[in-house]
């Protein structure tokens, strides 16, 4: 991509799993509930992306016909909370988020997400323009719509104004490259991992650190 085009971003937006947050905290504690070793589950997660399965295949591998919902239901009604805190932040996420800011890039964050996860990741301490989430949308990435939702919520006409920040090829690059968008690949988290061995190149840029967005847009 040539330097015009990254000089021409005005709008960065994040997903919000294994960008901005770490979820190691979230998938251990659902290992735990379903009396699974973590070590033993995470390793069946793998598998399951490793497959290109939706990642709550893993619950079927141990108890099939498993109801994701009714469990958040009743993991909730035993006073469990679905949230992030900011204890879960990437130690890079406020940091990379302030210095964008401080540069005058308006800040989105879209990722798919229960609708509470809204308010947390604001009480987590993210300061954005917007926040989306896809139960609000009532769709999901990599359904076109999401990116165009990002784009109506940007008030951008030009999708090359929009940079999108996401650690998965198949959810995150390429839907925001055919949306038009610039779209960053960070290389973190169990997806990244798997995907990227197979599709390297397809992102506009790869990053390891969210610190490494100003010093790219400044180019």
Partial sequence: MSDKLWREVRVVVFDVGETLIDETRQWGEWADWLGVPRFTFFAALG????????????????RPGFDIAAARRQRISEGWRDLFAPADLYPDALPAVRALRDRGFKIGIAGN???????SLTTCGLDADFII???ELGFQKPDPRF???ILT????????????????IDNDVIPAMQAGMVSVFIRRGP???????NQQGTADAEITSLLELPALFGR
């Fill in 153 to 168: 919520l940007a008030g951008e006409s030009d999708p090359r104004r929009i940079a999108y920040v996401g650690d998965r």
């Fill in 133 to 135: 989430t896809s139960e």
């Fill in 191 to 197: 997806w990244s991992v798997l995907q990227r061995s």
């Fill in 113 to 119: 997400q229960p609708a509470e996860a809204t308010k």
């Fill in 147 to 149: 990116f165009q939702a």
């Fill in 47 to 62: 598998g399951v992306i490793a497959r290109g399965g939706h990642h709550r295949g893993v619950f079927e591998l141990f």
